[in-house]
Structure formats: C-alpha cells, structure tokens
C-alpha cells in the first residue's frame, strides 16, 4: 500500500491560482498512474485530472480543462495540480489518487489509493 500525503490547499479568491502537491511513499510510484479527485459538500467525489505512468498522458474532466495542469515527478515520487482561474464551484476537498494500473485512472473504480484530502475554498 503507497501512502499519498496531500499539501497545498487553502482559501482563494476567484480568479486565482493554487498548486496543490501529493508525496507518495512506500511503493513503487513510477510504475502507477495518479490522479486528482474532488469532493464538495453533498456531492459524490468526481475525476479531476489523470496522468499516465510517465507523465506522457494527461487527462482533464471538462470543467477544468485549460485551467488546471496536472504533472508528476517520478524521481520525487510527486505529483502535482496546478489550478489556475479559480472558480467557487472548484471548491471541494481535493483527494490524491494512486491508479490500479499503468494507465490513466478516470474513475473511482480505478483507484488503488487514497490520500486523505486537502480543503481549496474559492471565494466570490
């Protein structure tokens, strides 16, 4: 079991940027696609974004697309969200993800592990 430890989270304005950050540890994180879910009050947790063992693929649920940016560092066993023109409707818990396999993880079912959240809070 790989054990994910998010960071970066906090409280910003509409229309600003925030990177949030996920450490792996105690498994092999290089051969796993990661991912970053979202869950806000009273709703069920959804796909953020995905990326690929390698960082080759990315993935983005429409809502985010062309305003976050996922990556990863292999060698820091990291992976990141970069979260730009911020929205109130973006507030959630951001969950880190590790994927069952190589390839992107879009999907709840597809996830091996979770990270145990951080809060972004985008005001109006």
């Known amino acids: 079991q790989v054990l994910l430890v998010e960071s970066g989270g906090g409280l910003v304005q509409a229309g600003g940027s925030l990177r949030v950050s996920c450490a792996a540890s105690?498994?092999?994180?290089?051969?796993?696609?990661m991912g970053w879910f979202r869950q806000a009050p009273g709703k069920e947790r959804e796909f953020v974004a995905g990326?690929?063992?390698?960082?080759?693929?990315?993935l983005y649920t429409n809502s985010v697309k062309g305003r976050f940016t996922i990556s990863r560092d292999n060698a820091k066993n990291t992976v990141d969200l970069q979260m730009n023109s911020l929205k109130p409707e973006d507030t959630a818990v951001y969950y880190c993800?590790?994927?069952?396999?190589?390839?992107?993880?879009?999907?709840?079912?597809?996830?091996?592990?979770w990270g145990k959240g951080t809060l972004v809070t985008v005001s109006s």
């Open positions: 990326i690929n063992w390698n960082g080759g693929i990315t």
């Open positions: 993800a590790r994927g069952k396999r190589a390839v992107v993880v879009a999907s709840v079912y597809g996830v091996a592990d």
């Open positions: 105690g498994g092999t994180f290089s051969s796993y696609a």
